[in-house]
């Protein structure tokens, strides 16, 4: 594919999009990859003060005549113009028939399932890879389950029939992109209840394959494995459907009875017991109170705008810590047990890494798959188990016994 960029960052003014565009500089400004960065205003893609051979592409993201242009320029398309549902339908649409490969940090699953149905076929026959979902939500789960998946066929010959994820630590901000995501999808949901059932389905990013997973724990509980209690995550939503697509893109090489979940650890003893009752209670009263338009305004007015985000400080010194069970089929002796780290604020630090990575990935590396809709592992896995340690600061290890 001979085109005049290999990445284009779309959404490089945003707060997300800055970042990716720093990394970019720092690790890729001396590479032979050629970048470009976009959006829609060129004052503010100017006063990022990127150095003179990093082009500047402008478009609006519902201008579909001009991201057909902008798309034919480039390999790969990464982007950070969210809420997706409201911006990103056509850059999907363009990249699909153009073959241009594309990753993004949406978690809008009703989105995803829409643009899988739309342009699946247009994906597969122009070799556009398309990959959702390359940042915090759910590169530590995708990653994590595929390479404890990896690790159990080469020790025991055998693959883990349930795997459970745990948050153990984490420390971040958030932005007002993220909000303004979540708010969308409250706001979109009261007006369309298909939105709903797709987002309530375990199942909601599979073709065909139904599993033996039913819908998201919502109450605390009391996880033996980890010996402490165990609250909701507030991404399992997200990443537990992106694991079981996984699964199914693999050619269900985790197995037809294969089990995932998701959640928070809060600690042993009766606080942690109240902590993950806090926890559970919290999630459904941000949930509930995002649902009523009322005080989804009020929320809006409080929370982070878009292009807000989290400090410089509080990127630096965030983190990730999340253990990984795989259960062995028939042994409890043989289960295996991995951490993931981060180094950063997961969702805006660690996750413009993990963003900038798969990019690079989709546009150097020797993949498996040919176009289509993948998920970062089904695409991506064995790249990104080397990619991620050795530059975004994002570690996968098996914990030894
Ligand atoms: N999965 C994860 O782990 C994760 C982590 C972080 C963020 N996210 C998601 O990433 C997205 C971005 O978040 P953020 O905080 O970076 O958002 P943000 O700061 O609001 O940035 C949004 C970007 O979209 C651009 N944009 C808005 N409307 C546009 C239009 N009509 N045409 C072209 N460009 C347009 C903005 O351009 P202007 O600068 O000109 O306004 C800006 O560059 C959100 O959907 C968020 O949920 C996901």
Redesign the pocket.
């Known amino acids: 594919m001979s085109r005049e960029y290999d990445i284009l960052i779309w959404?490089?003014?945003?707060?997300?999009?800055q970042l990716v565009t720093q990394y970019m500089q720092t690790h890729y400004a001396d590479s032979n990859l050629k970048w470009a960065i976009g959006?829609?205003?060129r004052t503010?893609l100017e006063a990022l003060g990127c150095p003179a051979n990093v082009a500047l592409l402008i478009?609006?993201?519902?201008d579909a005549q001009a991201l057909e242009e902008l798309v034919k320029s480039t390999r790969v398309v990464l982007t950070?113009?969210?809420?997706?549902a409201r911006?990103g339908s056509e850059l999907v649409a363009a990249c699909a028939r153009h073959g241009t490969h594309y990753c993004d940090?949406?978690?809008e699953v009703h989105w995803m399932r829409r643009m899988i149905d739309a342009h699946q076929t247009d994906a597969a026959a122009s070799g556009a890879r398309i990959v959702h979902?390359c940042?915090?939500?759910s590169i530590p789960s995708d990653l994590g389950v595929y390479f404890l998946q990896q690790q159990m066929r080469e020790r025991h010959d055998a693959v883990a029939r349930h795997i459970k994820y745990r948050t153990r630590a984490f420390k971040g901000g958030f932005?007002?992109?993220?909000v303004?995501?979540?708010m969308a999808m409250m706001e979109a949901a009261r007006t369309d209840p298909g939105i709903l059932e797709i987002i309530g389905d375990p199942y909601a990013l599979n073709t065909s394959h139904r599993g033996l997973d039913g819908t998201d724990r919502l109450e605390p509980f009391y996880d033996t494995d980890f010996g402490a209690w165990v609250a909701p995550f507030v991404m399992a939503a997200i990443n537990t459907r992106v694991v079981r697509r996984s699964n199914e893109l693999l050619g269900m090489a985790y197995g037809q009875e294969f089990r995932y979940d998701e959640g928070s650890l809060t600690g042993q003893g009766p606080l942690a017991a109240v902590g993950a009752a806090a926890m559970a209670l919290g999630t459904a009263a941000v949930n509930g109170l995002a649902a009523v338009t009322a005080t989804r305004q009020l929320l809006q007015r409080v929370l982070p705008k878009?292009?807000?985000?989290p400090s410089a400080d509080t990127i630096a010194s965030g983190f990730f810590d999340i253990e990984l069970l795989a259960i062995h089929p028939q042994d409890a002796t043989r289960n295996l047990r991995a951490r993931v780290r981060g180094d950063q604020d997961?969702?805006?630090g660690s996750?413009a890494k993990m963003l900038a990575e798969c990019a690079v990935c989709l546009a150097q590396d020797e993949l498996p798959v040919g176009g289509g809709f993948w998920t970062p592992a089904s695409a991506m896995g064995d790249a990104l188990l080397t990619r991620l340690p050795a530059n975004a600061g994002v570690t996968f290890e098996l914990i030894e016994a």
């Open positions: 959404g490089a003014t945003g707060f997300t999009g959006g829609r205003s503010k478009a609006d993201a519902h950070t113009v969210g809420p997706y911006y940090l949406t978690g979902t940042g915090f939500d932005s007002g992109g993220t303004d995501s979540m878009p292009g807000e985000g997961p969702g805006y996750t």
